[in-house]
Every structure is written in C-alpha cells, then in structure tokens.
C-alpha cells in the first residue's frame, strides 16, 4: 500500500487536482465571492459537484502530505546517489507542515483605533460573529463580558449561563438580513429594534464583509421574576440600534451581535496617521501610523507604514486602511493584524530545498562529466 501511495504518478495526479481546484476556485472567486470560494474549494474535505462528491482542497492536500511521506519509506532513497532529492522532498514536507499549522493555528483580524479613543488592546474577526453580554454594574471592578460563538446562534437553540440572570432562546439567526415590518402583532416585543422591527433572511453578499448578520431571541428572566422584561429582542451588526439593553434590579445588561474579538496581551495607542497623496490629488499613495505599544506600564513607539509592518509578541501589525471624518477630523486607522505560528516555515523549507537542489547537482555532476 505505501509503494502505491508513493508512487510519482500519484503525485503528479494530486498536484494536476490541485491546480484544477486553484484555476476553477479562482474563476468562481467572481460569482461567490473570495471568502466563499475558499471554503467551497480549500477548506473542504469533500466538494460537492452537483450529487457528485470530489476531492475538497484539505483532502488533496493531506493526499499529497501522505505521498511524500510515504516516499520516505522506499530503500532505494536512502542512498548516496539521492541525497539531494531526499532533502528537497524534507523541504517539501516542512512547507506543507507549515501551511497546515497558518490553517489551523494563524489569527487574523483589524483593528481599528480614532484619534479620538486614543487605544485597543483586541481586534475583530473578517468573518466570524459573536453574541456578547455585558455586565455594566457599577458595583463591580471592570466589566464583565459573557461572549457566544456564532455557531450557537442556531433556531431553537436555549442559551444560559451560570453570571447571566436570563435564559435565551434564539428564533432566528440570518448570516444577511434585511429590517422588515412586523407579521405577528400579538408578539411580546422588547428593546428599541424589536419593536418597530423584524429581519428577514435574505441571499448572502458576493463579499462577506458586506453581510449584515441579525440575531432575533426570546429572552426570559431566570426564576420568573421581572416578566416584564421577557420577550422578543433583536440585535443586527452595523445598525444604529445594534445595542439592546435590559435593566434587571437596577443592573444593565447590554445585548449586541458583533464581530468575534481577539484580545491581545497589550495596548495599542494611536498617537498620530499621516496619509500621503498623490501629486495634485486626494488619491491615498500611502498612510503612515504613529503608535505606542504599551505593556506592562512600558511604551514602544514606532511607525507603521503599508510595507513596514509593526511585530511584537507573535502579531504583526499592517496598515490597511485610512479614513477621515470631515465634519470632526477624528482620523481612523485600521491596521490588519496577524498572529502566524507558521511564519518562519516557508523560509526554512525553502533554504532546505535549495540545499537538496545543490547537493543532488554536486552529486551527479561527476557521473555527468565521466559521460
């Protein structure tokens, strides 16, 4: 079984897939959208033509792991003559070790910090959502925050825990949505959104950024105490009544669907952007951060420029966007932060390779020059 796997023309088969998934994930990338097509064709195991199931992009790329791996365990490999392909397939296999490890380890998400909040310390997911609960009691010593992953978010679903006075049970989630009036009058509708609203589910954007997911739930107090709260909540990302609060024994709670965040070990202060234009121009050439890491009562100021990242403690900060209120001036810098475990990877395989290749000519050139 491992000669098959091992076999030249079973890698030359999987890497023909592979560039058949690239060249038509790419294409589709148009009709459904970047994010889309990379689940559709990269992230999957098994890709659905039709009723027709085919081999998913991580399929093909753990198929091709297996095959250089299994390469390993041919005798005749282990020789003087190929010591230089040993190492290329080593470099190789390290290259794919370290594309496994970004897939499944990397953290990535913007952060956005004005003028006028001065600082972050977490950054916000592309795609992935969370319903979060905060405890705004002025008797405790910061806030609390209760977060839910989106993949909870399903109907019929009942969510409790254990710091929240409230049960909840969600009615409806939407990935993309739009406000619509209200079919059933004889609901028990609470908070600003649900009483002049509903959402209804409409057909996902080409571009998942421009989604705007809704969560409709039935809250219900725990123990059956202050029923006047219970009923119908909504809360949609992006909207100007996103935040829903509830007032249960002189306590607040706030409910708002938003994007998952990460929080960092340190703080981000924005001291100053610059954004530079093109000659006789508003067209942006490039933006400039000023910025202080603070941690641990220790600063670190440094710029960050579109191809002069900012990295500390694993993240790399990139600045990605600009924007400016011309009413206020408040400014707005968005920088694209990323936490790879498997960044020195390609490096290191790529020095490997290139050793293999070195040594398989050093190898062969003097059976070349006897002919």
Known sequence: ?????????????????????????????????????????????????????????????????????????????????????????IGVMLLLLGAAVTYFFSEEGAMQITTKNKTSNFMQSYHDKELVIINLSEFQDSIEYTNFSEKILTIGNNITYSTIPFEMEILNYCNNSNL?????????????????????????????????????????????????????????????????????????????????????????????????????TQIAKSYTSEVNVLDNNQGRRQLIEMNAPLRYKGY?????????????????????????????FPYISSIIMCIGVLLQMFVRLPQLLKK
């Open 180 to 280: 619509s009036t209200i079919k059933n009058e004889n609901e028990l509708r609470k908070g600003n959104m649900a009483i002049h609203n509903d959402i209804e589910c409409i057909d996902s954007e080409i571009e998942d950024s421009d989604n705007k997911p809704a969560v409709k739930l039935y809250l219900t107090v725990k123990n059956n105490i202050y029923d006047n709260i219970n009923g119908i909540y909504i809360s949609r990302l992006e909207s100007n009544q996103n935040i829903q609060k509830i007032d249960i024994n002189g306590i607040e709670y706030v409910l708002i669907l938003q994007p998952k965040r990460t929080y960092l070990p340190f703080m981000v202060e924005l001291i100053d952007v610059t954004k530079i234009s093109h000659p006789n």
């Open 316 to 344: 790399t900060f990139y600045q990605a966007h600009y924007e400016e209120d011309q009413i206020t001036g408040i400014k707005t810098s968005v920088f694209a932060v990323v936490k790879n475990y498997g960044r020195l």
């Open 1 to 89: 079984m491992i000669i098959k796997i091992s076999n030249p023309k079973f890698f030359v088969i999987t890497i023909i897939w592979l560039m058949v998934l690239i060249f038509v994930g790419t294409i589709e990338q148009k009709y459904i959208g970047l994010y889309a097509s990379q689940n559709k064709y990269f992230s999957s195991i098994i890709l659905w033509l039709w009723y027709f199931p085919l081999p998913g992009g991580m399929l093909t790329m753990f198929v091709l792991a297996i095959n250089l791996t299994s390469f390993l365990f041919k005798k005749k490999i282990w020789k003087k003559n190929n010591l230089g392909i040993l190492t290329i397939h």
